[in-house]
């Protein structure tokens, strides 16, 4: 585990050196994304809850404890979970140790290269267990960000329930990088399922979409 810019990583992590230099302090610790986050909030109705799926190391889930009254966090690698414990302490900050799919059951993750918040899943890699978003019941959800390297669609499916019963705004990575044709996706196939249910595009940053829905959510 190291350090860079108050926050905990992986050791073999080489990507978010870059990365946190290119974002501001908030609270005197480095932050992620912070400027899309920024871009989202005023499209948030309420600051109840905020769910992070593919936490990582808690970069999206510090700041949004800040705003949030209750923030639930989704990571499935031991390494990460350790870093994010140790990036945050706060009581209204809740993380679960598994990931997000379609139906419950195992998955096997594998990280990729230098780049810690990069993974697959595949035949090879560290067992996860996995639940669907659905079966935690969440309730007065008011954001839910979704990264998780192209596994957008399992993970928006198992929280069909959740997702139009609290009609939260979304935010959600689509970049064109391959990810999602790996488990036989196409680029934009999440935003276009969350469209069918009723979501717009408000907009999208550098391959994020922010999504609403139709009647202004709740």
């Not at 989704?74 to 706060?90: L, Q």
Request: one cysteine or more.
């Amino acid at each position: 585990m190291k350090e860079i810019r108050g926050i905990w990583f992986p050791d073999g992590d080489t990507h978010f050196v870059a990365q946190l230099a290119h974002n501001p302090l908030v609270d005197g610790r480095g932050t992620y994304q912070f400027r899309k986050y920024q871009a989202a909030l005023p499209h948030v109705s309420e600051r109840r809850h905020a769910v992070d799926i593919g936490a990582h190391v808690g970069l999206w889930s510090r700041v949004m404890a800040i705003d949030f009254a209750k923030v639930t966090a989704f990571e499935p690698f031991a390494e990460h979970v350790a870093c994010f414990e140790r990036n945050i302490a706060a009581d209204h900050v809740k993380l679960h140790a598994l990931a997000l799919a379609e139906k419950s059951g195992e998955l096997r993750l594998a990280p990729a290269g230098g780049n810690s918040g990069n993974a697959a899943i595949g035949d090879e890699g560290e067992a996860v267990k996995a639940r669907t978003l659905d079966s935690f019941r969440l309730k007065d959800v008011d954001l839910v960000k979704i990264d998780v390297e192209g596994f957008e669609v399992p993970v928006i499916l198992g929280g069909e329930k959740t997702l139009k019963r609290e009609r939260p705004a979304i935010i959600v990575e689509q970049k064109p990088n391959g990810s999602a044709e790996r488990y036989g996706r196409k680029t934009l196939d999440a935003v276009d399922l969350l469209k069918s249910w009723g979501a717009e595009v408000v907009f999208e940053i550098g391959g994020d979409f922010l999504l609403v829905w139709r009647d202004g959510g709740k």
